[in-house]
């Protein structure tokens, strides 16, 4: 084995071969991520698929393969490389590192090791050594004389991935800095609304108080206990059937609340390969401007001999036990206060929030979301509504330049596990059940940026909430847009049916938008987050998306 040094080249002759990235974990030690960029003779990638990292674990040729990290003696992170494999016109594979959360200065033992796959002999070992790095360079093999060499690199970026993935080609454009070669473009979404009207003024959400509400304190323990069984409460009477005119439901008293689960996955399993997608109908556009106040309607009148019910106590939402309607609430009431939605605490333990007395109900019209308020997905004729469009947005500052942001849903199950992620590399899950139509590398100016396509019938039962998010990959912040948008739209009926504007702008590379979640009878319900996070990787959200699972 050659012990290298900064600068230095040794012959490969092994075609098999496997790339560790080693470092020496604990506190202070910010999370480290190997990849591999496959550059053409000209030192550029030909697109967006020569990048191999862990979303992204396998080049079309697979010549080269992310594996994926372990812990023993060391950290690492695997990369494998088939030499023979790689197709005509690639004369280099780059191997690189990027820091989430520090710098490589506070990484120690940071070493790259190049192994014989075949024979299990060590080819090269590189201990490097950095400061204020971001993202890192450790080595690259090259063609050379009709054979391979092996170079140690040890080139820093404190600009990060995204100024790593500038330099070789990937359509990055961070922060005013020039422009590289343009990589191969991305799919548009296939779902294109029709020409929206001209945007206006939103209200600003005000930012989230700093002082967090009040919680409801959960029994403390000696040890984690297993989540006790939830007891359904007993159905009551279903009010007779009523001739038509069909009868607007009352406020949905809210569910019980869901055990705190222990912990949240935060791994990312590899894409699967994408399912044919079904022909997906259009859909209007947003409402740029804010919807008109909604009339209060007059009460109606209850159903004849309703049976009686003691009244409903405020539960948390989700999971749901609905109870028959009660009476009517009477007209002109007051919308409740906007509260805004505190940052969740940390730890393992996701405590439930103090609960609202109840679910909004859908209108005939467009409603815009409330942190902290839950709208129940009933339509007005009191059916449940299934199939959605999820569409985001987001607008660049003036004077700022085109913005590339990222839309994903992560599934999970009741105790918040991390089921799946689904993102335009990883596009189709549970069946078409969530579909993701394609990436935008420029933000909106008519219609959704990009679009989630939601079949909450055809979700396993196992899914029991999904949080979607808008995250920048290449760094971008969210003060270089003016804002951001969620909105849900009717499949069927092409009509918005409820939407979440976000003014607030912070220096952070991602946000958390909006969660639905399913109740025991399987009715939805959708809530506004707009917490932003300083990531550029959505498996980094999944932790935080957990905490919302069981919040209200």
Known sequence: MTQMTKGGNVPVAALALRATLLWLGGAGVPDVDASALLLQADGKVSGDADFVYYNQPAHPSNAVRYLGKSSAAQFSDVIEIDLAQLPAGFDRVLLAASADGGTFGQVPGLELLLTDRVSGA????????????????GGELYRHSGGWKFRAVGQGYSSGLAGLAADFGIGVDDGGAATPAAAAPAPEPVVVPPAAQPPAAQPAVPEPPVAAPPVVAPPVVAQPLPAPPVVAAAPLPAPPVVAPPVVTPPPIPMPEPLVAPETAAASYSAPAPAEAAPPKPGYG??????????????PVPPPASPPAAPPAAPQDYPPAVYPAPAAPAPPATPPPPQHQQPSPPAGPAYPPAPPPASATLLSSGSLNLRRSEWISLVKPDGTALHRLVVGVGWFPAPGASNIDLDASVIAFDAQANKLEIVWHRNANEFMGALQHTGDSKTGATEGDAEAILVDLARLPERVAALVFTINSFTGQRFTDITRAYFRMADQLTEQEVVRFDLSDTQPSTAVLMAIVRRGTTGVWGVRAIGEFH??????????PAARHVTML
């Open 534 to 543: 300083d990531t550029r990787f959505v498996k980094k959200l999944v932790e």
């Open 285 to 298: 556009p947003p409402a740029w401007a804010p919807p008109p106040p909604r009339p209060v309607a007059a």
């Open 122 to 137: 060590d080819v090269a070992r590189f201990a490097m050594s950095a400061t204020t790095e971001t993202a890192f360079v």
